[in-house]
């Protein structure tokens, strides 16, 4: 047996070093494919750290203690506040115990002496307040563009950002000025990709989009399928409606997600009777609606519910109906 098939031998025969870190993810991600894809994607993210360490060592980068209240934000959001704090909390729990080890990037605030905004590291940063600790970080002087391409190069070695979070990072940088192959290059995306993100993140109200969250299984098939539904001012309000309801947010994202998406694509069709069949976003029936000429009837098909709904709608009917006249007139509330 030869030198190379000892070590490839030693290699299987070890126990897998831990992570260099929490930092980045990578290992937390719910991967089907099992073990062998997870420990490929764990030692994928040590490589990845172990990569950025070294280019800054190499640069000549210095890494500083900051004090993190000195700290700002990035003016260009990249992310949904999602309330993921089980991510967060594991990562503050890695820090505290083994330390931060890999720095973030910073650079000096542009208009604010001795202040600084961030690049990438914003969840460091923070388990960096709640610890009492400095930041280790890299401050780096960078103008506009070069802060941009920096998250965006981050964020595209991470892989973790969903579509909707890119969409939005995509708009607030053409809202800003920015140009739009300064876009592509930061989301690493073509002109075309680039044209559908923006699409969406203009198409959905922001908030629909905050009420929904990052949605991580959901792709730009089904986003761009929930943009088209908002072409529709009736199914944006059944959106809204739906997320309003009891019990949604304590739904994960991506079923608040599905849920909002059904409320949109509810339509009450007419049969040849004049007969209406409504339905709620679960698709469950609630109501039968006649019309023949000047009456309308509707019959609730909610037997335990049915009383209060019905206390409910006479509250609610006549401004249900102002609404209704305002926008015949042409002057109702517009959707953005």
Known sequence: ?????????????????????ADNPAEAKRVPAGAVRTMKDTFSGVERENEALRAQLESGERVQEIDPGSIDPSPYADRIQDGDEAAFLALKASIEERGQEVP???????????????????????????????????????????LVIAQGVENSAREDLTFIERALFALRLENSGRARALVQQALTVDKAEASKLLAV???????????????PKAGRGRWQELG????????????????????????TSDERFARVLAAMKVRAAPSTDGLWEIKNSAGESL??????????????????????????????????????????????????
């Open 287 to 336: 109501a039968d609606i006649r019309a023949s000429g000047r009456e309308v009837r509707v019959r609730l098909v909610m037997p335990e519910e049915g009383s209060a709904f019905a206390s409910f709608l006479k509250e609610r009917l006549p401004a249900l109906f102002d609404e209704f006249r305002a926008s015949v007139a042409g002057d109702g509330p517009k959707e953005n």
């Open 201 to 215: 993140a203009r198409a959905v109200p922001d908030d629909v989009v905050r009420a929904i969250g990052k949605a």
């Open 1 to 21: 047996m030869n030198k190379r098939s000892d070590t490839i031998r030693s290699l299987f025969a070890q126990k897998p070093a831990d992570a260099l870190s």
């Open 228 to 251: 088209a539904a908002c072409a529709d001012a009736s199914a944006v309000r059944r959106g809204r409606a739906a997320a309003i309801v009891a019990g949604f947010a304590s739904l």
């Open 104 to 146: 973030v990037l910073l650079r000096p605030h542009p208009t604010m002496s001795g202040r600084y905004q961030t690049a990438y590291g914003h969840r460091r940063i923070r388990v960096a307040r709640e610890l009492g600790r400095p930041i280790r970080a890299v401050v780096r002087p960078l103008d506009e563009d070069g």
